[in-house]
């Protein structure tokens, strides 16, 4: 079994498909391997140190050289016949029992403790570390965005310490993603192609790019307010000064169809007076309504004078 991450790094530009034209390529991982065949028992788990260069020259075909380098922990099951040597013990004491002068064995009823003795002498248990390489090119045809068909030649320094000789290996393969290309490596023409203006539009609101245009179209906006005041200021009429003693009294009309008199001024009604007798010579001043005030006596007429300008009524 094997489990490898592998991490591609592009560089340059991408095709419509986001194929990058030329990447970096680094992976690792582990391949846990076990080989069980009776006398020959091997377990192995090598860790994976791989890098590798992808060119594609065009988007249907991608060429990878790629180079390997593995370090392992080994641990050999070794299982070889057991020898009996002739020492101090004999068959029997090993719980054989053997007829015709020692040529066949007519029973077997071995302790449990020469069967202990014959595994320890027969099994051996070797673990050691090793480092291996493996390199190779990768031939890839890119049927379409989601099919690939592979070919993959692999050259694998097989012994210990590099020191036996290598194995070629070949192999064709057919790869097909059960996912999609990632909408963040193609192009937004592609990558907006099946999503609704919604969908487009929110996102662009959590965009730098929608950010910056917002604070562009701020800045526009207030340097055109500001132009406008400017220029409503220049256009405006110049106002006169304000005297800081106040406004001044108006002076009351002047007539001047001759001479020098001063035309009155209109005065209040009097709204408790009667109304005024026709203006003749024999005209007599109206008494007035309250008892307080005096009545002026009878007399001739006066001299008609010019009138003074009267005071504003209460």
């Known amino acids: 079994g094997s489990a490898t991450a592998v991490y591609s790094f592009p560089l340059g530009q991408r095709f419509d498909n986001g194929l990058p034209r030329v990447a970096l390529t680094f992976y690792g991982g582990g391949v846990p391997t076990a080989v069980l065949n009776g006398e020959y028992n091997y377990f192995t788990i090598p860790l994976v140190l791989g890098f590798g260069v992808s060119f594609s020259p065009i988007r249907h075909i991608t060429i990878t050289p790629w180079f390997e380098l593995s370090p392992s922990l080994n641990v050999d099951t070794v299982i070889h016949p057991f020898v009996y040597e002739k020492d101090d013990t004999t068959l029997g004491d090993w719980g054989i029992k053997t007829e015709d002068e020692g040529d066949h064995i007519s029973?077997?009823?071995m302790p449990d403790a020469r069967v202990a003795d014959i595994v320890n002498a027969?099994?051996?248990l070797d673990i050691s570390v090793t480092v291996r390489m493996r390199g190779g090119l990768a031939l890839v045809a890119n049927l379409g965005d989601r099919v690939d068909l592979q070919l993959n030649a692999t050259v694998?320094?097989?012994g210990m310490k590099f020191s036996q000789k290598p194995a070629m290996l070949v192999g064709v393969g057919l790869a097909i993603a059960w996912d999609d290309p990632p909408p963040a490596v193609l192009?937004?023409?592609k990558r907006l192609d099946a999503e609704n203006c919604t969908s487009v539009e929110k996102r662009f609101f959590t965009c730098p790019g929608y950010r910056a245009?917002?604070?562009r179209i701020r800045e526009e906006v207030l340097a055109e307010q500001a132009e406008a005041a400017e220029a409503a200021?220049?256009?405006?009429?110049?106002?006169s000064p304000v005297s800081d003693e106040g406004p001044k009294p108006v002076?009351?009309?002047?007539?001047?169809?001759?001479g020098n008199d001063v035309a009155p001024a209109p005065v209040s009604p009097n709204l408790d007076a009667e109304a005024a007798p026709e203006a003749n010579g024999d005209a007599q001043p109206t008494p007035?309504?309250?008892?307080d005030a005096p009545v002026a006596p009878e007399g001739p007429a006066p001299a008609p004078q010019a009138a003074a300008p009267a005071a504003d009524a209460p």
């Open 156 to 158: 694998v320094q097989m």
């Open 213 to 215: 245009l917002e604070a």
């Open 288 to 291: 007035p309504k309250s008892p």
């Open 233 to 239: 200021a220049e256009s405006a009429p110049e106002e």
């Open 187 to 189: 192009p937004a023409a």
């Open 107 to 109: 029973n077997i009823d």
């Open 251 to 258: 002076s009351p009309p002047v007539s001047f169809s001759g």
């Open 122 to 124: 027969s099994v051996d």
